[in-house]
């Protein structure tokens, strides 16, 4: 089946379409806060115009504006094409997409924590086990208490790592930014 994934929850803007476990096309750039100006152009330049069976969208956490443009979208091509939209985290986007890869940061490693940026100097976080099994609710905290609410080891990845780095520079951090196109992982 078709999918269209949209993904606006960060400062990345992406969006791919997916046959099953099959990306068919993708496009992902990092444009700040541009989500509203390149997503529609960015879903126009998939086949078909990224006309799908159904639609993926990212419901957050993350970005509050990002995220509003993204569920537009993805509703209001939903509406047209009389198909339906579903929401996914963010959070666990990227630990599918962490844990899919094979880079040594998550592959050796059985646990990982997902920290995106948050607002008013917040990081939103969840902690994940392989293969992609939640094993703490997502909270918001600051990025002391959110050092302390983790397990002394794992990976720890996303773009809010750079907060929990300079404050414990000696874990294993990676930055990282969503990718639709990992939804086939979800």
């Keep these: 089946m078709l999918t269209l994934v949209i993904e606006t929850a960060t400062a990345a803007c992406s969006v791919a ?22 997503l529609i152009a960015m879903i126009a330049e998939l086949p078909e115009g990224g006309r799908a069976q159904q639609i ?32 996914y985290s963010s959070l666990a986007l990227l630990a599918a ?10 592959s050796d490693l059985p646990d990982l924590a997902v920290v995106l940026e948050g607002g008013h100097g917040e990081v939103f976080m969840q902690s994940f086990a392989a293969p ?30 750079r907060f929990l780095a300079a404050l414990a520079p000696d874990r294993t ?7 639709a196109a990992a939804a086939i992982l979800l």
């Design 17 to 38: 379409l997916i046959d099953g476990a099959r990306v068919l096309a993708n496009r992902h750039e990092v444009v700040g806060r541009g989500h509203a100006e390149r």
């Design 56 to 87: 993926l969208v990212d419901c957050g956490p993350g970005s509050f504006t990002g995220i509003r443009v993204g569920i537009a979208a993805a509703r209001g091509l939903a509406l047209g094409w009389g198909v339906p939209v579903s929401g």
């Design 97 to 106: 997409a962490a844990f899919g890869t094979e880079d040594p940061i998550a």
């Design 132 to 161: 992609l099994r939640a094993t703490a609710p997502f909270v918001s905290l600051r990025p002391e208490a959110a050092l302390e609410a983790l397990p002394a080891t794992g990976a720890i990845v996303g773009n809010g790592v």
């Design 173 to 179: 951090y990676r930055e990282m930014l969503p990718d």
